[in-house]
């Protein structure tokens, strides 16, 4: 198992090496070596969510690296893109591999149980809010990090940006709140649903 999830990242590489000699570099748009080196794990962890399973998880983000390679051409966001290809690729492969999934020891699989729609749910709003924040401008995206993922206090905020307290408070309030909306326009209301 170690051996084929080895093998399965060395392709995944092997494809981002192929990629590197087709990259391009535009004023606004990064190479797709330049997404792959800062973006793959994230989107190993975003493919993993969904799938629950390693091997496929890295198939499905080496399946999106290829298609960008082929779209390049047409894609503004590539970053956005490959989170919303990978998402789609992931639900295809759980809906199309159903009978497949991992189970735990005693656990019975209930097609239409509350959970399980729940917990699928649940990794869908993540996928769909990775998404939106994907299309985000560098400096919203950056607020709301600094605020939740690094837990940092306005004023420390304030300090990192360049930003008045009082505007990091602001910019925060309308971005989340825009994430919000955006968010029951796709069809997700909340943690029930």
């Known amino acids: ?3 084929a999830s080895n093998t399965r990242f060395s392709t995944l590489r092997s494809a981002a090496e192929a990629l590197r000699s087709s990259d391009t570099m535009t004023e606004n748009k990064p190479s797709i070596r330049d997404i792959f080196d800062s973006e793959e794990s994230a989107l190993l962890r975003f493919a993993y969510g969904i ?10 983000v080496q399946e999106a690296f290829l298609r960008l390679h ?8 590539p970053l956005a893109w490959l989170y ?7 639900l295809n492969h759980i809906r199309d591999h159903r009978k497949e999934s991992p189970m735990q020891d005693g656990e019975e699989w209930q097609s239409e149980s509350p959970m399980a729609s729940e917990v699928l749910g649940k990794m869908e709003a993540v996928g769909v809010l990775r998404m939106l924040m994907a299309d985000m401008h560098d400096e919203d995206r950056n ?5 939740y993922q690094r837990q940092m206090s306005y004023e420390d905020i304030s300090k ?3 930003l008045t307290v009082s505007n990091v408070g602001y910019k925060l309030h309308h ?5 919000a909306d955006s968010l029951r326009r796709m069809g997700v209301e909340g943690a029930e649903g």
């Open 1 to 3: 198992m170690e051996n």
């Open 51 to 60: 799938c629950g399973q390693r091997e496929t998880a890295e198939d499905i």
């Open 70 to 77: 082929e779209h390049w051409d047409e894609v503004q966001n």
């Open 84 to 90: 919303r290809s990978i998402r789609n690729l992931a």
């Open 143 to 147: 607020i709301i990090d600094l605020k």
């Open 160 to 162: 990192r940006t360049g």
């Open 175 to 179: 971005l989340l709140k825009n994430l």
